[in-house]
């Protein structure tokens, strides 16, 4: 099941009673001829909430139906994300279908991973590199000049569909759209995180809008391609940190993707960081998994403690995506992620550990080898090593 990536208020309303019915009703409809009742009455009760910002009714809805486990969540999560992510425009002669695409970069660094705007030779490389691996031949392309964290990202549905007409407008101008840093919240920062570049699409509705839509290409070549090709041309971007592009998709389709990719990334990160820092290989480590709960299970959380000593030297966090919960294969995952590392001594704890964090700088707490949950602190370092990662 898909879940929302925004915080959700429930708000008991009409409008959310109306979406909750149109979309158990296209859910449980059996045939295209009953979805053509429901369908266009659904996407028309979502433009207009969507036009209106009514957030609160979007997210009431999403609320009841993610609650009630009922399949119409999924179509009405679909509805709305195609709204506020895509557009149709033009008149009935010359119609263009637009989409909001993001770019994501997993990245990680001893010192800063970059965000903000962009310089414009860079876009044009990436503009190329696009036009090259990804896109169909008959797409048009502008990309945002801004390289965004995930706290910088819209925050909500009518947020994410005010940013995406913005940048349909700069399509139809054919230009870069220009992002003001100013409206942007400072960025949070961690040893690994996401980025994004994000840029819009043109094509003729029904074109093709990926290369791969062609039958003689191959979408994995052109995949690998592309993440090769945009590797060197953010390069400059990203000093002093270790990277990973990966590939373009529709904006709410990688969001969630990359969520889930950077849970391996981080912990491979943390641990080459303690190899970068502390010279210590990954089979002398010791892992402690714990699950860690709020009013449910929220988060795997590894303290990594070196072969001696109580002290969890640095922590990494698993969160759960999605409808994931204890009954997942989490802990079997994360155990073999470790051990592709090169970790060796793992264990995990079967209690059930508080969502705990440092009351002073945020710091999530991590198991250490007694099962209690502690801050994580890095031994005295005897010299500065390089900052350089390569
Ligand atoms: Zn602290």
Known sequence: MKRSPFNRRPRVAREADQLVWLAEGLARSSSRVEDAFWEPRLLN???????????????????????????????????????CESALVGDAEAQVSMLLLAI???AWSRLRIPAGNLPDALLNQLRSDLQNHVLDKGARVVLGDFLFSPDQL??????????????????????????????????????SDVRYVLAAVAIEPTAAIFRWQSEDVQRDAQTLAWASAAQSSLASAFPACAFE??????????CRESDRQLRPYSLSAGIEFLRATLGIEPAELRAFIGGFHGHRLEEYRIGLCLPEGEQVVHGLVWPLLDAEDEN????????????????????????RFPLEFCDDCGAPLYPNEDGEPVHPEMPEQPASPSAHLH
């Open 45 to 83: 009760e979502v433009a207009t909430l969507i036009d209106a910002e009514d957030e609160g009714a979007l997210t009431a809805a999403m609320d009841r139906l993610s609650q009630s486990g009922e399949r119409g969540f999924e179509e009405l999560a679909d509805v709305v994300e195609a709204r």
């Open 104 to 106: 994501p970069v997993l």
């Open 154 to 191: 819209p925050q909500g549905y009518t947020a994410t569909a005010t940013l995406a007409r913005r940048f349909f407008a700069a399509l139809e101008a054919r230009r870069p759209l220009r992002l003001d840093p100013a409206d942007f919240v400072e960025t949070g920062q961690f040893l």
């Open 245 to 254: 592009v990966l590939a373009p998709q529709a904006f709410f389709a990688a």
């Open 328 to 351: 997942s294969e989490l802990v079997a995952e994360i155990e073999a992620r470790l051990r592709d590392a090169g970790v060796v001594h793992l264990h995990v704890f079967e209690q």
